[in-house]
């Protein structure tokens, strides 16, 4: 068997396979937020905390605020709905 081409292993990776779950539905889900907590993490791994820290202009939401609130917003979806 040969190699699988890069298409062919791009498209495996696009994939939806739903975690286990009791409905379908929320293992999609809880997949596709599994996948962007990944790419986030890869995206913000050489940032150092100064950068998370900077605020655009006095005010202004910085890195670090923006990840607080979307790990809130997380918790939230998924302990509270």
Same mark, same amino acid.
């Given at each position: 068997?040969?190699?699988?081409?890069?298409?062919?292993?791009?498209i =495996?990776? *696009?994939?939806?396979?739903?975690?286990?779950?009791?409905d379908p539905e +929320? &293992?999609?889900? #809880?997949?596709?937020?599994?996948?962007?907590r990944r790419?986030?993490?890869?995206?913000?791994?050489d940032l150092? =905390?100064? *950068?998370?820290?900077?605020?655009?202009y006095?005010?202004g939401?910085? +890195? &670090?605020?923006? #990840?607080?609130?979307i790990a809130?917003?997380?918790i939230?979806?998924l302990?509270?709905?």
């Open positions: 068997m040969s190699e699988p081409t890069n298409e062919q292993m791009m =495996e990776q *696009l994939r939806i396979e739903p975690l286990s779950a009791t +929320i &293992g999609r889900a #809880l997949w596709l937020l599994e996948g962007a790419r986030l993490r890869r995206t913000l791994a150092d =905390e100064a *950068l998370l820290d900077w605020e655009p006095p005010g939401n910085s +890195i &670090g605020t923006l #990840l607080y609130h809130a917003i997380e939230d979806w302990f509270c709905e």
